[in-house]
């Protein structure tokens, strides 16, 4: 089954304790991007890839890294999280032209 | 206002009604996608429609898109009770690599 997977779905954490969230997909997708979710703001891009060792910034990319160092693995990493970074967090991936598969959201936690 | 507004905010209708929702954008487009978002899941993809297609069709959904003025709708028929959901339109922009801007959505609400 074509699916983007992520882990943990649900996380409680403290701040400045480093975290890692996973992201995989089975769909050979060249374009990968990490999202976060909040009341009234709608949907932010965090950082994005369109290859393997191949990222870049999206709109709110401060507080986090990724890395891309296979195609199907795209994992979020907060190196000190704040409260500010309590949110609903997607992982998606696409060919580079085309609809958008999404996972099915990491809760996050900071206190 | 920001690339793909979303209008209304929020929609409640009842059952069997059909539902229209339009999304508004500013810069130029290479598609214009529209999602649906069940409370706290991920997006699923609905349908995508291409910059020089003017209408497209998939099931109880119709999508227009009318590049001048920069705008698209969404029309839901005979609504069901599972369509509730919150739906999102993102436009595909070129900038470097195809980026998808969303909107903030609109919530509707199909009352029994």
């Known amino acids: 089954e074509a699916q983007v997977t992520q882990n943990p779905r649900y996380l409680i954490t403290v701040t400045g304790k480093k975290l890692t969230v996973t992201c995989s997909q089975n769909?050979?997708?060249?374009?990968m991007s990490w999202y976060r979710q909040d009341p009234g703001l709608g949907l932010r891009q965090i950082y994005y890839?369109?290859?393997?060792?191949?990222?870049d910034k999206g709109d709110v990319p401060e507080g986090y890294k990724v890395s891309r160092k296979e195609k199907r693995n795209f994992p979020l990493i907060l190196e000190s999280p704040s409260p500010n970074q309590t949110s609903l967090y997607f992982c998606?991936?696409?060919?580079?032209?085309?609809?958008?598969?999404f996972g099915p959201g990491t809760r996050l936690t900071v206190l | 206002s920001q690339q793909g507004e979303e209008d209304p905010q929020a929609l409640s209708i009842q059952e069997g009604e059909n539902a229209t929702m339009n999304c508004s954008y500013k810069?130029?487009?290479?598609?214009l996608q529209w999602y649906r978002q069940n409370s706290g899941r991920g997006l699923v993809h609905l349908i995508l429609?291409?910059?020089?297609?003017r209408e497209k069709h998939s099931g109880r959904l119709r999508v227009t898109l009318d590049t001048s003025k920069k705008s698209s709708s969404l029309l839901i028929t005979a609504s069901r009770a599972a369509d509730t959901a919150s739906y999102f339109c993102?436009?595909?922009?070129?900038?470097?690599?195809?980026?998808?801007?969303f909107g903030q959505g609109t919530r509707l609400t199909i009352n029994p």
């Open positions: 998606a991936s696409r060919p580079l032209s085309g609809e958008q598969f």
């Open positions: 769909m050979n997708h060249e374009y």
């Open positions: 890839s369109m290859n393997v060792e191949v990222t």
């Open positions: 810069t130029s487009i290479n598609n």
């Open positions: 429609i291409r910059s020089n297609e």
């Open positions: 993102a436009t595909a922009i070129i900038q470097g690599a195809q980026k998808l801007v």
